[in-house]
Every structure is written in C-alpha cells, then in structure tokens.
C-alpha cells in the first residue's frame, strides 16, 4: 500500500504482481535480529526454487510484532542477503504498514461465518489439550460454540481492554496441499487465531493476504512452519484464491540436534567476518550444504542454478559445526 516512509520499490502496488503468469515465490524474515546460516540457507532456497522456475522473488518483512521488531535488524538482514548475491522484485511488503488490507480481509471472513470469537487463556488451551481426549498442537474447540448467553458472560468477564481472539471456524476440516520435496499431504485444519486478544492481526491470516495480494504461488521455508500450511492453504481458499505449492526445507540444527541459534557461534555474516570468512565463503558453505557444491568451492549464483535439484536436496537438518 502507498506510504510516504517506504523504500520506492515498497511503493508499488501489490496488484501489479498478482496477474504475474510465472508466479512468484517469497522470502519472509522477522527483523528481530541478525539472520543466521539456517535462515540464509532457505533464504538460497527459495531464491533457487524461484529463479530456476521463472518466478519472481519477493522480500516481506514479517514486523508485526512491534515488541521484536528492530530497523537496525531489517538493515543487516538485507544487507546480508545481498552479499550473497539474493535479489529481490517490488514490490516489498511490511506488514506493519497493511493493517487495512489484514482488515478487510478479516471482516469478509466475518461476514461470511468463517469466525468466532475465542476467550480462552493460554493456560485453559494448553490444559484442555492435554486432557485425555484432547488433540495436542491443536485448538480444544472450548469457545468454537458456546451460546449467545455464554458469549456475553465470558465477554463480561474479561479484564478491562481486552477483547476476545477471533479464530478461525474450521470444525476440524482437512486440507490437502502439495509439496515439492513430500509430494501431497493432507492434515486437520486448526481453528487458528486471526486477530489476537489486544486487536493485532495474526501472523496466518497476515501471511495469507499477503501471499494472495502479491501472486505467491510458491512457499518455500523451514519444515518447523508444516504444520501451518494445512490452515493457511485453507484460509487461503475461503478469501477466494488458489493455495500455493509448498517446499518445506529441513532445518539447520547444531550439535545437540536443536534448532540453529545464535547463541551457537559464528552463525552470523557478521561473526563468521569477524573470523575472516567472506561472505562468498559463506555462499559455497551453504551450497555445501545442499550437496550444491564441494567443501569449500568457490560458486555463484549463476552455477547453482545450473546445479539445482529439487528432488536431489538433503531430507535431514543440516547439522552446523
């Protein structure tokens, strides 16, 4: 949407994009600190999976959290990205900055029957879902129906500026998506949370306008966020569009088997040049990684599109040493 404060290419309309016949894939950061060799690493693959399929390749910062949110952060992370050579097409989106498109979108979903409002605390959620007939991971459905009198009284009950949640009303349905490195796969859609209990938009229903505003066809991210994609390719059909093709990526993780962070070492462009590794280094490292590259190969961007393999990528996490 036009704003005054936005980079030029963030000044294009999102429409210019959604007729786009190739698609477009996209890279989708949260600015809250520095990006890490995971977050590169599917940062490359999403630029391969987009570029060597005619795509255009969008970058999103994900800054709805404006208590995590860090300019400085957002200025390092596309710093970063562009030392390895990653460019992206407009037009780029901040989320903070589209609370109005997150609106509409949200009130048709309203109107429509597709909500309800959810007065649960995070505690009473995680203590129904573990009771013995409960469903972990997912929405106990405690408020999907309660009556008219039990709304108004739990409304009446809760603390002074705060409103209910509005979740999704998915009644336990199942969504098929495609994935390219899984094939097809079919999983119950949660009642996800739309617009949270102090009035800000979610990230899933954040994400989904976004993705259908700007033609994403093609979402390609960490397998953590799988789950996920039941219910977005869901929300993504009832606001009238067409699911995208995922490609969840396996994740890097370091000795002990968790998930990369940056309290692991050197996993930073910034920390790894402070040990004398360029940021090309760091390029044929993570085409290393992908089986794109011998150890320590000197490559670009050019030569891993050449190289790239979908159906030849690692299936396991990374482990970073």
Known sequence: MPDDRADPDERADPDDTAGRASGAGRYAPSPSSDLHLGNLRTALLAWLFARTTGRALLLRIDDLDAGRSRPEAERRQRADLAALGLTFDPPLLHQSRRADRYAAALDRLVRAGHTFPCFCTRREIAEAASAPHGSPGLYPGT???LTPAERAERRAALPPGREPALRLRADRVTATVTD????E?????????LRRNDGGHAYHLATVVDDVET???QVVRGDDLLDSAFGQAHLTRLLGATAPTYAHVPLAVNADGRRLAKRDGAVTVADLAEQGVTADRVLSRLAGSLGLAAEDEPVDLAVLSDRFDPARLPRTPWVVR
Do not use: A
Not at 180 to 183: E, I, Q
Not at 187 to 193: A, C, I, N, P, Q
């Open 180 to 183: 390219l490195l899984r094939g």
């Open 143 to 145: 408020c999907r129906d």
């Open 185 to 193: 796969l079919t999983g119950v859609v949660d009642d996800l949370v």
């Open 215 to 217: 033609g994403v066809d």
